[in-house]
């Protein structure tokens, strides 16, 4: 096991890493995004309960939910790690500007911090709200004497009439779109899928999802806020 150690504690292991638990995260933003755009239906927020209750209750989304948090933490230690040992070897930083490089690859550290904060955000007042109310500490709002889950989306709903929050979800939105502009095709650079070829298409690829993906995530609370 010491090789393993040793690979994934390097720095191209840590890199690696990176990729990998950033690829797992961009998935998980395509299916998150499915089931929360049923926020948009008319139906009262049937379709967003029926999704939430899926979501929360069966076992193998359960598993995947772990693994998922388990990346996000590996994403921001990695990323953390390399950071701080970036600046040590480098403490004057450049005298000149890299022109070759992309405003998001240059700030991908605020960008990552604007992303934590919303998340720390997100998880307080929806996830949070969800557990707590599970182990019967937290409140909700019943949606209908005949269903027995939670309602989802009047919390959800409640939570997009207050405006700063909705500022917030944008400019994190915003900030996931510089931050995906970069990692997609970095991701598979670092993962070694570098070639004529291949790379502008991915480069593309990652440019539309980096503006659908975070635009789809902004929709919804400005969406609902201006509904009422």
Do not use: C
């Not at 269903?147 to 207050?162: G, I, M, S, V």
């Amino acid at each position: 096991m010491n090789w393993l150690v040793n690979a994934l504690t390097s720095t191209i292991g840590r890199k690696v890493l990176m990729a990998l638990s950033g690829l797992f995260l961009i998935i998980f933003l395509v299916v998150h995004l499915v089931g929360n755009l049923q926020l948009l239906k008319s139906d009262g927020g049937v379709a967003f309960n029926t999704y939430a209750k899926f979501m929360g209750h069966n076992p193998l989304i359960q598993t995947v939910s772990i693994l998922n948090f388990a990346f996000i933490l590996t994403h921001i230690f990695v990323s953390l790690f390399l950071t701080i040992r970036n600046r040590k070897a480098r403490p004057q930083g450049y005298a000149y500007v890299n022109n070759s490089s992309t405003w998001s690859s240059r700030n991908m550290g605020i960008l990552g911090t604007i992303i934590l904060v919303f998340l720390v955000v997100h998880l307080v007042n929806f996830w949070g709200r969800m557990k707590l109310t599970d182990f019967g500490i937290g409140s909700y709002v019943e949606h209908d004497a005949t269903q027995d889950y939670l309602d989802l989306y009047t919390t959800t709903k409640a939570a997009f009439q207050e405006w700063w929050l909705v500022v917030l979800y944008v400019v994190s939105m915003i900030a996931l779109a510089f931050h995906l502009s970069h990692g997609f095709q970095s991701a598979f650079r670092t993962l070694g899928v570098n070639h004529p070829k291949y790379t502008p298409f991915l480069k593309g690829l990652g440019l539309a999802f980096s503006i659908i993906v975070p635009a789809g995530f902004a929709i919804i609370p400005v969406y609902m806020f201006l509904q009422g």
